[in-house]
């Protein structure tokens, strides 16, 4: 599973005198998402759906670890679900696979989902009813791993007794690389100048989903479905609303089967979080090589605890 990068620009400005001030960006690529994709033989990136726990949703799910650089973070998430007024501690495992030594920074991080499933970060000093840091403790806050080493990070959430602690709660424990900052050599550069340094860094994203158990997680309808020629190509889109007030995690895929010669295929089956109140675009890749003809597609989200699915039919003309 990959994980979210961080490049982080410091800008060192030097004046007559060379005294330094540090502007920091961080630039969070969102690389990995909530959503994984899975071929018709329900492999997950290689591994195996039964080697995974019956009822994901109840436990810790752990697909593959999340690792750059040789270093691995391990789970990529959590699906908690922690009645009012009592707490869980959930362990994260950092390994440095690295002939150096690598220190990290560890914290909670809040995060809103536009349609397209795309994680938008948030202010941390915007009220937020939905933030699960509100609730979590990270011990420890900062590591020092060497070449070959491996530690533990334990993230307790203790979920209140009042009326928010009904509700569910989301974000990203954030495991990111700290680098020193270097001196800049401005010696040749004579008078007054600006000069500039970049320390890549990377960070990873592990995703924390809070559903307590009276919320109602499998309220997903399909509010659309058709084919689109996006960019040369074609694809079905199936647009998803979740109307109900707990995360929802689902499955989603397309049959289409040619009407006149009853050819069928699959299309890559996904797997993908809704949060609550958010409407989401599902795109699914056409083969290049389908042949010409009309077809009819069903489309399907199936949800891992509930007795019934949702479907929606259309047909489309291949040329």
């Known amino acids: ?61 752990t697909t593959n670890d999340i690792s750059v650089k040789g270093v691995a973070v391990s789970p990529s998430h959590f699906h908690l679900h922690i009645k009012p007024g009592e707490e869980k501690t959930v362990k994260v495992k950092v390994t440095n696979s690295t002939d150096s030594k690598n220190s990290f920074r560890i914290r909670m991080v809040d995060f809103a989902m536009d349609n397209n499933g795309k994680t938008v970060f948030l202010d941390p000093n915007d009220s937020n009813s939905t933030a699960i840091s509100r609730w979590a403790n990270i011990a420890p806050t900062f590591v020092e791993l060497e070449a070959g080493e491996s530690k533990q990070i334990n993230l307790t959430v203790v979920v209140p007794s009042e009326q928010e602690g009904y509700k569910a709660a989301w974000g990203v424990l954030m495991v990111e690389q700290e680098k020193p900052r270097e001196t800049i050599d401005v010696s040749n550069s004579g008078g007054n100048s600006v000069a500039f340094g970049v320390i890549p860094t990377f960070a990873f994203g592990v995703y924390v989903y809070q ?49 006149k010669t009853g050819y069928q295929k699959r299309l890559l089956v996904k797997r993908f979080t809704i949060l609550p109140g958010i409407s989401r675009d599902f795109l699914f890749l056409l083969p290049n090589d389908l042949p010409p003809g009309e077809y009819g597609a069903i489309g399907v989200i199936d949800f891992q605890e509930a007795d019934e699915i949702q479907a929606a039919k259309t047909k489309f003309v291949i040329n």
């Open 211 to 259: 559903n307590p158990p009276n919320v109602k997680n499998t309220s997903v309808e399909i509010t659309g479905f058709k084919h689109e020629i996006k960019d040369t190509l074609n694809t079905m889109k199936i647009t998803a609303e979740n109307t109900g007030d707990g995360i929802a995690y689902c499955t989603s895929y397309i049959d289409v089967t040619n009407l």
């Open 1 to 61: 599973m990959r994980g979210l990068i961080t490049l982080t620009v410091f800008a060192a400005f030097y004046f007559t005198s060379y005294s330094s001030n540090y502007i920091t960006s961080n630039q969070i690529l969102p690389l990995d998402s909530p959503d994984v994709a899975v071929d018709s033989s329900k492999t997950i990136e290689g591994v195996n759906t039964s080697t995974l726990p019956s009822d994901s949703t109840k436990n810790t799910t």
